[in-house]
């Protein structure tokens, strides 16, 4: 039985386009408006799955302990952003002039959270800067350090490596820098070994205290797994390529003219935007998308 999801609307389905592009093999399942996956709960495996009607949200599931159900919702609601009132975002970015359209033509626009924090740092530092698709590429070959899920559905068999895993064995599956490499592999031993930690009780002030000392962890990653892990409303990543472009984009550059634009540049024009940045990045990397 599929369960109704509740939300304030309006909800802009978009974050299932955000979710496809990067869904991992044997591990997600995504389209324009559908995505699935496993996940590991705290004592059980599970897989769900989340459809959109254009009107309402669908959950379905597949739970081995029943009782852990309250946990896989709460975390549906975190990767959706269902628990956000889109009202004063939309109309504080409809302010601006330049994404005054965009937000008429996309209101209720979600910003992704995610089912395991260790999962999208790992992910986040195999994505620094190569392109998705790339990145995607890339988690698709480590996918298979996996467990195999007891639970399965679709193409869906597998879940994403554990930090243990990935420490392990992903040195004889990840390619490029041996530096970045070896960076991926310290985190991943740090998380499993409990040197290092991250999650809903963080804070942006602790999530960089914790990541920025570490080697291979810059600016671009902390504030992306902020929005990711912790939800953060207000994060601008000035140095982001996808950024850069959206902004030109939507001010009419050509792509030669917004590979110009300066970080400097962007940091000011998304400063009136306070404290709903991350929402305008989404808008941003939005049309850096599209033709």
């Not at 559908?34 to 590991?40: I, N």
């Not at 991926?184 to 000392?213: C, H, M, N, Y």
Request: net charge negative; glycine share 8%.
């Amino acid at each position: 039985m599929a369960v109704a999801l509740d939300f304030t609307p309006p909800f802009e389905p978009g974050i299932f386009d955000f979710l496809a592009v990067r869904a991992v093999a044997g591990i997600e399942e995504a389209g324009p408006r559908s995505y699935a996956r496993t996940v590991q709960l705290e004592d059980g495996h599970c897989w769900f799955s989340i459809q959109w009607d254009g009107r309402a949200l669908y959950l379905e599931h597949d739970v081995e302990r029943p009782e852990e159900f309250p946990e896989l919702l709460a975390k549906v609601r975190h990767l959706f952003n269902l628990d956000h009132s889109p009202a004063a975002a939309d109309a504080a970015l409809g302010a601006n002039p330049l994404l005054a359209p965009r937000v008429a033509a996309l209101p209720g626009m979600r910003l992704p959270g995610c089912t395991d924090p260790a999962e999208i740092l790992i992910r986040a530092m195999v994505g620094q800067q190569i392109t998705v698709a790339a990145a995607r590429t890339a988690l698709n070959q480590l996918a298979v350090l996996g467990t195999p899920s007891r639970l399965h559905h679709g193409s869906t068999q597998r879940f994403f490596p554990t930090p243990a895993q990935i420490a392990a064995g992903g040195r004889d599956i990840l390619r490029g820098p041996a530096r970045r490499i070896d960076s991926i592999l310290d985190v991943a031993a740090r998380l499993a070994e409990g040197q290092l930690s991250i999650g809903a009780e963080d804070t942006e002030e602790s999530l960089a205290a914790k990541l920025l000392p570490i080697p291979g962890i810059g600016p671009w990653t902390v504030g992306y797994v902020a929005m990711r892990v912790l939800g953060s409303s207000d994060i601008f990543l000035p140095g982001d390529a996808a950024v850069r472009n959206g902004y030109g984009f939507l001010r009419g550059d050509t792509p030669a003219q917004a590979r110009s634009i300066k970080a400097a540049e962007l940091s000011a024009a998304a400063e009136p935007l306070r404290p709903w940045r991350s929402y305008a990045t989404l808008h941003l990397w939005r049309r850096a998308g599209e033709k």
